[in-house]
């Protein structure tokens, strides 16, 4: 990287992390709706980054830190982004997730920062729902060397569906699923855990 681009490039960091602190300070009492002003009005391509790593963030270890710190993973906290596989958002969610809460037109959802969040929270409550047993017994395990819990199973879920977690799980470790970055469910597990998630509620049928 050029010297100026590398200069201009950890100005930009240490911009997005004293915005990440200083909204953390009020962010907990309606993590729901928190969120972070847009970055760009324009659509943003995300192209696979090996060193991308969200470890350098010290964030709080509550429901808003952990869908901030997953999302910084996804997508670097950016509502506009499209990945070089077409998911979309902040999350990065796929069409066929956001078709299970009857969401079509995809620029609208890339445009509508409050409409992330609560797909996201719905999510969220469906794969807490489908993976209710499966945290209950699982929850303080220790799999490939990674103490499970239910922050790690969420993000694992987000990353991979919930029946691969499953599979994960049932298997102990045995059959772990890695999406086209590389980026695996132990990976997410050990990355994810330990957050406070008890605010959210496992609901089959969540809607937004």
């Known amino acids: 990287?050029?010297?100026?681009n590398r200069k201009i490039y950890n100005i930009k960091r240490i911009i997005f992390l004293l915005i990440l602190f200083l909204g953390f300070v009020n962010a907990t009492k309606n993590p729901e709706y928190y969120r972070f002003p847009e970055e760009s009005?324009?659509?943003v391509v995300l192209r696979p980054n090996t060193q991308n790593t969200i470890s350098i963030l010290y964030l709080n270890k509550n429901f808003v830190g952990f869908k901030e710190a997953?999302?910084?993973k996804?997508?670097?906290g950016k509502y506009?982004?499209?990945n070089t596989l077409g998911y979309l958002g902040k999350y990065q969610f796929g069409s066929s997730t956001l078709e299970r809460f009857n969401i079509y037109n995809t620029t609208r959802f890339l445009h509508d920062p409050?409409?992330?969040?609560?797909v996201f929270i719905a999510y969220c409550k469906v794969n807490k729902w489908i993976l209710r047993k499966d945290i209950k017994r699982s929850v303080g395990k220790t799999i490939n060397g990674v103490k499970i819990t239910e922050s790690g199973i969420l993000a694992a879920a987000h990353l991979s569906g919930a029946g691969n977690v499953?599979?994960?799980l049932r298997s102990n470790g045995q059959r772990n699923y890695s999406d086209a970055y590389g980026s695996s469910i132990k990976s997410y597990m050990k990355t994810f855990a330990g957050y406070d998630v008890s605010y959210?509620?496992?609901d089959r049928k969540a809607s937004i």
Do not use: D, T
């Open 200 to 202: 959210i509620k496992g």
């Open 70 to 72: 997953l999302a910084f």
């Open 41 to 43: 009005s324009s659509s």
């Open 80 to 82: 506009r982004v499209i």
């Open 1 to 4: 990287m050029h010297p100026l």
């Open 74 to 76: 996804e997508s670097q």
């Open 114 to 118: 409050e409409l992330q969040e609560q």
């Open 166 to 168: 499953k599979k994960y």
